[in-house]
């Protein structure tokens, strides 16, 4: 074969190679999706503690989350005892809580969904960003910027119409290795009210992972919620019953 068109293969199949991910940089809502992806893989399990910083003082809790999918997932209260054992199961777009103390499990209304979880700066809604952000907004890829040898996406997010969303906007940033860096949420005046940032990236589970998130608003600057993820493994195997309304009251 002649050196040219040996060359030529060459360079055709290494851009055959590129294309794909290039495509995805220039899709806002392929890249959203591959930085839940990344988040949550297609199953995980995570241990984590969450610190609460209030005018009341600090809160330290530690959780378990079991994940499957982009729209089921369970999150259950370990520690500290008066918290432990409760527990949230998010099963598409149905929400269900359960407190030990009432021994009770509730579905929660729509009208609930933006409530604190927990006593968190962190809404049942957040729980539940993975879909919703992408199949309830309006996606725009506004920049793409360098910055510590990667390519940072800008991405912003507007609500479809009659979609029943509190928000006037938002704006998600994402690494090229899609980490999610971080969420910004504006009222519908077009005010930044609240924003959620990543504070530490490592390898966990062999991927690059956003370990420390902290959600905080623009109305009480030193109160904020922390969640940093200790351990998580991803791809496992997960039985059917872990995400039931019975294993979420009582779980085997």
């Known amino acids: ?8 293969l060459i360079a055709a199949s290494a851009a055959l190679l590129v294309l ?11 890249i959203l999706r591959a930085a839940f992806d990344n988040w949550r893989a297609d199953t995980s399990h995570a241990v984590m503690e969450m610190t609460i910083r209030g005018a009341s003082g600090t809160r ?10 982009r729209d089921t997932a369970l999150v259950r209260f370990t520690a500290p005892a008066r918290d432990a054992g409760n527990a949230t199961l998010q099963a598409g777009r149905r929400t269900y809580v359960f407190n030990p103390r009432l021994n009770q499990v509730i579905q929660l209304p729509a009208s609930a969904m933006q409530q604190s979880w927990m006593g968190s700066d962190f809404s049942y809604n957040d729980l539940n960003k993975t879909e919703a952000l992408v199949n309830d907004y309006d996606l725009t890829l506004l920049e793409t910027r360098r ?6 996406y800008v991405i912003e997010a507007i609500p479809k119409r009659g979609k029943p969303i509190v928000w006037g906007k938002q704006i998600v940033t994402v690494r090229d290795d899609y980490v999610l860096l971080s969420q910004q949420f504006f009222d519908q005046t077009g005010q930044l009210v609240r924003e959620m940032k990543t504070g530490k990236v490592r390898n966990i589970g062999g991927r690059a992972y956003p370990a420390e998130i902290t959600m905080s608003s623009l109305a009480t600057p030193n109160q904020w919620t922390r969640i940093v993820t200790r351990s998580a493994e ?15 009251q009582n779980p085997r």
């Open 1 to 8: 074969m002649p050196e040219i068109t040996r060359r030529h």
């Open 20 to 30: 794909p991910r290039a495509a995805l940089a220039q899709d806002p809502q392929a």
């Open 60 to 69: 330290r809790l530690t959780l378990e989350s079991w994940t499957r999918g």
């Open 147 to 152: 910055a510590g040898g990667r390519n940072i």
């Open 234 to 248: 991803f791809d496992i195997d997960l039985p059917d019953y872990l995400f039931t309304r019975s294993n979420l």
